[in-house]
Nanobody, 120 residues
Framework: QVQLVESGGGLVQPGGSLRLSCTAS????????MNWYRQAPGKERELVAG????????NYADSVKGRFTISRDNAKNTVYLQMDSLKPEDTAVYYC?????????????WGQGTQVAVSS
């Protein structure tokens, strides 16, 4: 079955770094756009970063541009989110998402989330 398993979350001080990983199984990873979303308490889920299926193009929310980097390794079925210069407002549950639209059919898969807390 389809699985997206996130890891790498935790507690970090402001200014610190974390690297999230999301390993996929049960579908053809290399055909999917991969995204990282986050949801803070009391807020809606928001798109943080996305990367095309071949890794050739990325996009970022304005709030994380210059601090976060999304990348993928299709040989390992894994997408990463390198988070640097973390701020308290980055505190959230981070979710991995796989999305694809082909022949009029949309596919959309989610991981279970990993908690990131930025606090001194």
């Amino acid at each position: 079955q389809v699985q997206l398993v996130e890891s790498g979350g935790g507690l970090v001080q402001p200014g610190g770094s974390l690297r999230l990983s999301c390993t996929a199984s049960g579908f053809t990873f290399s055909r999917y756009l991969m995204n990282w979303y986050r949801q803070a308490p009391g807020k809606e889920r928001e798109l943080v970063a996305g990367i095309t299926s071949d890794g050739g193009s990325t996009n970022y929310a304005d709030s994380v541009k210059g601090r976060f980097t999304i990348s993928r390794d299709n040989a390992k079925n894994t997408v990463y989110l390198q988070m640097d210069s973390l701020k308290p407002e980055d505190t959230a549950v981070y979710y991995c998402n796989a999305a694809r639209q082909y022949a009029g059919i949309k596919s959309n898969y989610w991981g279970q989330g990993t908690q990131v807390a930025v606090s001194s």
